[in-house]
């Protein structure tokens, strides 16, 4: 085991990576080491990912890098009382009407821990019952009001002679399961939006389905700056358009920060890195795109985030929709591997370090 990981696993990614760009095994495994000991907490996975292996890199430009289990570290200067709010979707929804940001309203909510005019409450499977088949406009999106990385996240087409639910990748449910899973008492609270409708512009290239940007703000100065920025595009029948790396189908572009130009479009990192240069749904090019109303959703984010000061990291999820961009939530703990990716440079830079006593994330 090197880090908790296999070693056989690692030899087989270290052979690929050897095949890749002729960097030797041994020299891998060192790397990892060193990086391990000297680093920000990189692991063999996201020395991988990150093809931390590339022999173009110097050593300075790999301990930029950090891995996902330093979070906590790496996250310790936000407030935990901003941290809680922001991980709720529903105390969320709460301060972004207290300060007229652009949202999407929640409709309903299973067993909501605050009251929230307009956003009706379900306490029992039965009220959830009642309100999905009588009140509920479909299409309808549902999500767990704390959730990660858009896992528990569905897009609910369509209710089919009142007892199954059909969801928009194709697969169904029992409307009987469903309002039992969600509509228990003492069960996680799930919310309901209305599915919103993409920019023109994002449609025409990408579907009738949202792209949202992950925008990563540092607000340690008196005027919040635009860290990274990357664009989720969603494709086949996934029902989100988070990346996860490639795992999902969907795709990551690489933006211009300033204009919002995309750089490149990814389907898979690591030792599949894989660039795509047309959506696999519409065939439409992404040569030349540029993100619609890009400065006016920089704008809002950065408006949000002076709004929000007990966060010195911000990593906001705007949605293109042809009402203009919307905030769809902040994400005070987000993932570490997006934003990397999207900028093909490590988070730990000097600016970035300017974050922390001694220029010392741990």
């Keep these: 085991m090197i880090a908790g990981v296999p070693i056989t696993n690692i030899i087989r990614s270290a052979r690929r990576a050897k095949q890749q760009t002729g960097k030797g095994i041994v020299s891998q495994l060192f790397d990892i080491v060193r990086l391990r000991l000297h680093g920000h ?22 301990t930029e890098y950090v891995g996902s289990w330093i979070k906590p570290l790496l996250y310790r200067i936000q407030s935990p009382d901003a941290t809680a709010l922001f991980s709720d979707k529903l105390r969320a929804l709460a301060f972004f009407r207290d300060h007229s940001l652009a949202t999407p309203d929640i409709l309903a909510a299973t067993h909501p821990n605050i009251e929230i005019s307009g956003v009706k409450a379900l306490c029992s499977p039965s009220e959830l019952r009642e309100w999905l088949l009588t009140t509920a ?15 528990g996240n569905k897009l ?10 059909h969801f928009g990748d194709g697969s169904t449910e029992s409307l009987d399961i469903f309002v039992e899973t969600h ?24 579907g009738a389905r949202l792209a949202t940007a992950r925008v990563m703000v540092l607000n340690d100065r008196p005027v919040p700056e635009i860290y990274r920025a990357g664009l989720r595009i969603p494709s086949g029948s996934s029902m989100i358009d988070n990346f996860r ?15 919002g130009a995309v750089k490149d479009v990814l389907s898979s990192i690591g030792l599949d890195w894989q660039t795509t240069a047309r959506h696999p749904d519409t065939g439409e090019s992404f ?7 890009w400065s006016q959703a920089m704008e809002l984010v950065l408006h949000a985030s002076r709004l929000a000061p007990e966060l010195k990291i911000h990593n906001w999820d705007v949605a293109f929709t042809d009402a203009g961009p919307m905030l769809i939530e902040d994400n ?21 370090l300017e974050l922390y006593k001694n220029q010392r994330i741990r």
């Design 245 to 259: 790396g490639g795992s999902t189908g969907n795709l990551l572009a690489r933006l211009d920060v300033d204009t």
């Design 287 to 293: 040569a030349g795109f540029t993100v619609p109303d």
């Design 137 to 151: 406009p479909f299409p309808l999106f549902c999500k767990p009001s704390i959730s990660y990385r858009g896992y």
């Design 183 to 206: 509509g228990r008492p003492g069960t996680p609270t799930l919310i309901f939006q209305k599915m919103l409708q993409p920019h023109p512009a994002i449609s025409a290239v990408t």
């Design 332 to 352: 005070p703990n987000g993932d570490l591997v997006l934003v990397q990716v999207v900028a093909a440079r490590g988070l730990a830079t000097p600016r970035f």
């Design 41 to 62: 907490g990189i692991l063999p996975d996201v020395y991988y990912d990150m093809r931390l292996f590339e022999p173009s890199l110097s050593w300075v430009q790999k």
């Design 156 to 165: 609910i087409r369509s209710i089919e002679h009142g007892t199954e639910i």
